[in-house]
Structures are given as structure tokens and as C-alpha cells.
């Protein structure tokens, strides 16, 4: 039987950047009982290394609770979150179009970090890390960022952008990991998935 992980992440990306490296996976999504959004809530004055580590660590919690709920097999489960800061403050998934053209507005013509952190559990052994990467944009006009809202790439995405999508047209440049900023490092991901015994 081919070994495989659980993926904990409702991102159409990470599974297919897990494909992209050969990593069997099984998703392991929240049911209708769970509220997965209320765990990405920022608490007051919350850095955004710590909270990102916070809401995938809360994250893998609920996975780990939902394996044994529902009595599956017994496997790895992977968790990962990202999220856009500019300077301290925390860019998450914008609420509406209003909300990512302002955070377009804020990114044009400036650099950000892109954190994203992955927690593995296999068995007791809990193992994370955080990718951190610096994007810069291009100055953008409002034309522009309205064009790009109107396409809807936007939504469900920290910082109102996706690197693989139109969004390239505006990023001059990108210091870190790519994948970790599309939402999953490989690199990192590959490290804590071999250090409890996954061959690729």
C-alpha cells in the first residue's frame, strides 16, 4: 500500500503543489459542524509570525480531532495557513471587492512578506515551520486594480492576490520560496515530511 497524508486545507493549491512533488494525499476537510473560519480571527495587536503559527496550530488541532471522530486510518495530517503583512498589519482574505481594493491600493508600488507556516502530526510527533518570502509589486493604477478585482482572482486569498494568476502582470519581484507564497513551501514541506519517515 502506498503511504499517504492527510491534507487539512481546503485550497485547491496546496493539493495540487502536493501532487506536484509525488505526496499521496487524502483531503481531510471541516464538516458542517465546524466554523474553520472563525479560527483565522486576529487577536488584538497579534504579530503576524505569531499569528500564523497560532491559526495553523489551531488548525491541525481540529484535523487531528476530526481523524479520530470519524475513525479514519491512521496517517500523517498536514495543516498550513498564509498570510500577507505589510509591515505589522495583517492582510487576510478581503471581505468583498471594496475591502481588496484596498489592500491592492496598500500593496502597489511596495515590498511585503508572505508567511506561511505547515504543521505535520504523525502519531505524538507534532513538527512545524514557517516559510517567510518578499514580494514587490509594481505601482498599479486604479484601473488596474479594479480590472483585477473584476476578475475575481481575488477572492478566498490572504492580501486579495494570487501569485500564480494575473497578479504576475504587477509582481516585479520575488525574493523566497514561490510555492510557499501560492501556500505551500515544498522545500519545507518535503523536510518535516521526511523527518517522520515519508520517502520521495
Request: aromatic letters at 4%.
Amino acid at each position: 500500500m502506498t503511504p499517504f497524508i492527510y491534507l487539512a486545507s481546503q485550497s485547491p493549491r496546496r493539493s495540487q503543489l502536493l501532487d506536484q512533488i509525488g505526496v499521496q494525499h487524502t483531503l481531510l476537510l471541516p464538516g458542517p459542524e465546524e466554523d474553520a473560519e472563525a479560527l483565522e480571527v486576529v487577536q488584538r495587536g497579534e504579530s503576524p509570525l505569531h499569528y500564523v503559527q497560532r491559526v495553523t496550530g489551531l488548525k491541525l488541532d481540529a484535523a487531528v480531532s476530526r481523524l479520530k471522530s470519524r475513525r479514519l486510518p491512521v496517517a500523517p495530517v498536514l495543516c498550513s495557513d498564509t498570510t500577507v503583512a505589510l509591515g505589522r498589519e495583517i492582510l487576510g482574505k478581503p471581505a468583498n471587492a471594496e475591502d481588496a481594493v484596498r489592500m491592492l491600493q496598500a500593496l502597489s508600488g511596495h515590498s511585503h512578506r508572505v508567511l506561511t507556516a505547515v504543521a505535520l502530526q504523525s502519531g505524538r510527533k507534532r513538527l512545524a515551520i514557517v516559510s517567510m518570502s518578499r514580494v514587490t509589486f509594481a505601482v498599479m493604477s486604479r484601473v488596474q486594480i479594479k480590472a483585477y478585482v473584476d476578475s475575481g482572482e481575488h477572492m478566498g486569498k490572504a492580501g486579495a492576490y494570487g501569485v500564480q494568476g494575473r497578479a504576475a502582470a504587477h509582481i516585479a519581484s520575488i525574493h523566497g520560496s514561490y510555492s510557499g507564497i501560492m501556500g505551500l513551501p515544498l522545500f519545507e514541506t518535503s523536510e518535516i515530511l521526511r523527518a517522520v519517515g515519508y520517502k520521495f
